[in-house]
Every structure is written in C-alpha cells, then in structure tokens.
C-alpha cells in the first residue's frame, strides 16, 4: 500500500520531468528583471498570440549575464541594461535584429534614441525601460538642502544617508558632481571621484542596494540614493507627499534596460512577437502604470492613469552608462574596492 | 534541603532553555505576524488578509516556482532515497573490494563546500552539453542528498540484530525476500527520516541550484531572492505562514507514523 504510494509518486514526478524537457515549439523562454512586467500583461500575450511565455527573474545584470556565459541555453529573449547591451554584442551573444518586424519601434521617443551609445541606432537591442537611481529625502526630518550631491556632506545627517551599494552608481554620482561623465576613463579624474565618496562616506551609514527602502520607509535613514520605485512601494499612497524624490542637478548615471534576442534563441518569431506587443502603446502604458515610471514610448503616455514618480524631461539631465572596456573596468574596481575596503 | 519554586524556575538551564526558543522561534514569529499586517512597509498598521488573498489570487509566478521546488524535492528525495537505501544495505552486508573507500567518498558531497558542487556540477553539464533546466537541478539535487540518505538508513542498520537476517535465511528465505521482508521494514524509520532529511535539504537548497538551474526552471528560493531586490513582499511572508503549517502537519502525521512502525 506504501509502496503504490510511493511508486505513484516517482511516476508522476518523472513525468513532469520528461513533460518540461519536451515540446518548445510554441514556448518563449523569457529572462527578466524581477517584477519588471506585470502578471496580467504576460497573461494577454499568451492569450492573444497561444504563445506560452515562461519567466526565470534575475535581479542584476551580472547574474544574468553570467548565467548565459556558463552556458545557460533556452532562452529566447533577455533584457540587459546598457552597459550590458554593449558588452553582449562583444561577446557575438545577441542577434541583430529585424526592424520589419517590429512596427511598433516606431513608438519609442527619437530623442532618448539618439543618446544612446551603447547600442547606436539600436542594431541590436531595442528600449524598454528608462530610469535612474535618484536621491529620495524625508521631508519631515530633513530641510534646507539644495537638489544636488552635495547633501550627502552634510555632517549633520550622519548616520541617516544610505548610498546604492553599486559602483557604477557610486562612482557615477560622485563623476557627475565633479562635473565630469559617469564613463570617465581618466585616473586622475577618478581619483578625485574617490576623494568625493571617502567624503561621503563617514556620513553613510551603509552601500546598500537591497533593505535602505524598508530603513526609509520606517523612518530610520532620512537620505537615501536609490531608485523611486523601490522608495514608493514601501509606502502608502498617503504618505508620498513626505518623500522628495530629485535628480541632483549635476546628473546623474542613467540606465536604458532593452529587449534583445538572444543569437542561440531557438523561438525567435515568438520573440519579435512578443517585443512589438510589449511596444504597443496600450501595452506600454500599463507596464508604466504598474512601475510607476515614465515611459519611453510617446502615445503610451496619454494612455497612462497613474502619476509617475518622474517625469520623463527629468531625465534629460542623465547619462547612459556605457560598457567601460576591459582596462577603465579595473581602474574602476580599484578605486571602489579602495573605497569599500579601504587602503 | 528544598528550594523554594521561584529559584527552580529561574535555574541556569532553564533560562538558557529559554532563551534558545526565543533565539530559535521570535523571527518566524515576527514573519507570521507581518503576514496579516496591512500594509507592506515595516510598520504595524491594522490586521488584513491582503496578502494571503494576493497569494493565492495573483502570484502565479510564487506558485510556479514553488511548484518546481516541489517537483524536484519529492521526485529527488525519493530517488535519493531508494539509491541511498540500497548503497547503505549493501556496504553494511557485503565484503567487497574498496568497501572503505565506497562509505568515505559517499560522505565527499556532505563536507564540501556547496559552491564547489555547484560550480563543479555546472561545468559537468555544460562539459557534456546538457541543457540546463528542471533536469539537471533534479540530478544535482539527488547527488547532495544521497549521502545524507546514506549515513541515516546506515545508522539504523548498524543497530540492528544481525541474527535476524540470519535466521531469515535459515528459515528458507531468499536473499530478496529477506531484503524486502526483513530488512526494509526494520530499517523504515532510518529510510523515512533519509527521505524526509532529503525533501527539507532540497526544498532550502539555494547555491547549487543557483549554479544548474535553466530556463523554467526557478526553484523557490531562488525566486525569493531574486524579489529581495524590491523588498521582500509580505506575499512571501504569508507563503511561508501556509508552508510552516503543512511541516507541522507533516511532521506531526510522521511522527505518529514512525511510532505506529517503531511499535511493530
């Protein structure tokens, strides 16, 4: 009696198993930031086009570009930011793609376009999503500050400032308050970068990328770099009015997340598909509404029913982060493991 | 001479008993009482079933991933179990060559660095050009969970009177008889704690499957520290509400049924 039960249960595990081996034909096999598209979206995709998507989330590009590298095959389409894209096309891991296929590109705002460099008339990549890291500030502990970098000086919030535990952001920030770009190459000008954080960072009380938007929320950091949408989910909508979300008006690093076609994708007509009914305004808007954001795709906007937690024109101020290249990179990660570890 | 009860009561090792359970029991306690919180933030702001009515409403992703966990917990415990079982029988019965070599390398997974497994298993898949998907999390799973298998059914096999099988075979048994008829049911308790050890292992295992997971294949520890990076949602909390329950009913259901055997 024990023993059917047992068996039953080997029969249908393996059956599940052989079951998710087979039959891709008419699957996607999409690889994205967490929560970065709605349920609900996926779920009309799948309605409209029969084409089933199945989802795995990654939560930073290193982790999905890594995965890939040791030879993570299946997937059909992957979202990497900038930096990324750029790094991906060196690798010969992307495909180029067909823009007859994708009508709705038409949709996407010509002036964000033309800044991007890490994928030059987007060859390979096409844009999804565009943001940045900004500072958000608790009204009602902290005043008389100006929009700028420089409030993580001040001594007087020592102990309350948390910074992203990101070097790119880190760096970025500090390149962009010295009035330099967030891909400075030269030594010199990151060695003033460093001499920028070490200033900073007797008044922080951590890097940290992942718990500053429950320590804000709780009222326990009153200055934190980070991203609006991470800042907003942790409050009730009652109380946004206490967070003054800026861009400081030095700039600040920017990133473009895009859709790519993997070059061993073995679905790719179900991934074109998929890339224009993510591009198609009404489509667009309601991812927007869900993040919050604003969106890159022009008539997507008028569709949007929520306030974004930026406008898009805020953005104007920022900069791509591109691919540094294999040499600035470890100038980079020295001056940040000098800054995390110390000397 | 008698103490009086107020001392007893605050004797070293029940303050240090204590102490242990508050250690042990005040985080799941913490994540139990922010799953009925109303909102998501840290602070306590009135009781609610949102998050218990999101669970099992809008998370389909949650469900998909905790469905693999499932699928691979079970169908790698059992297979963990049966091999892990008959290794254990056969090295506790047989006299062969590199017999002692054959019970040290069984233990090489449980000392190893998970990192290393992980790592190592990846470059074997990739080496032989299998796809990685739900397959080879299965595979890697049953191999850190055999030697665990191992060492419980080994144990249990250990204690028990060898005479018995010998006066099974004395009595017209055969050798699969005896194994069937004697020994497994002897050794049901080893073989059931082997397999729920296993199930527990694989459903927490986090850094080896990170390395060997695929396409579709996002286990649930996995999916949840993917989300960490927006917080973790209060929907997890309540998960974890509904899978600390099925383990008490679980363990509690075990524990009649090793007894019942145990009493046999």
Known sequence: MKRKYFTAIAAACVLVLLGSCSGSKDRLYLYNWIYYIPEDVIEDFQKESGIRVVVDSYASNEEMYNKLLAGGKGYDIVV??????????????????????????????????????????????IPFMMGAAGVSVNKTKVSGYEHSWNIFERNDLNGRMTMLDDMREILGAALKYLGYSVNDSDPAHLEEARLVVEEWKPNLVKFDAESFARGFAGGEFWVVQGYAENVYIEYEPSRYSEIDFFFPKEGMPMYMDSFCILKDAENVEAAYKFINFMLRPDIAARVSDYLMLPSPNVPARALMTVTPNYQFEDLAKGEFKEDLGAQTLLLYNEVWRRIRVGN | MKKPDFIKAFSFSRTVYAV????LFMPLLVLVLYSFNESRSGSWTGFSLRWYVKLFTDSSDLWRAFGNSAIVALSSALVATVIGTLGAVGVNWYRFRLRGYLRTITFLPMILPEIIIGVSLLVFFSGLGIRLGLFTVFVAHVSFNLPFVFLLVLARLEEFDFSIIEASRDLGATELQTLWRVILP????GIMSGFLTAVTLSLEDFVITFFVTGP???TLPLYVYSAIRF?????INALSVVMILGTVVLAWSMRRFLKNIAAK
């Open chain 1, 80 to 125: 990497p930011s900038g930096d990324y894209v750029s790094i991906m096309i060196a690798g010969g891991m992307l495909q180029r793609l067909d823009m007859g296929k994708i009508p709705n590109y038409a949709n996407l705002d010509a002036s964000a376009l033309n800044r991007i460099r890490f994928d030059t008339g987007n060859r390979f990549s």
């Open chain 2, 20 to 23: 242990t359970i508050m250690f």
């Open chain 2, 186 to 189: 002897l050794t049901m308790p």
């Open chain 2, 216 to 218: 579709g294949a996002t």
């Open chain 2, 231 to 235: 917080g973790v949602s209060p929907v």
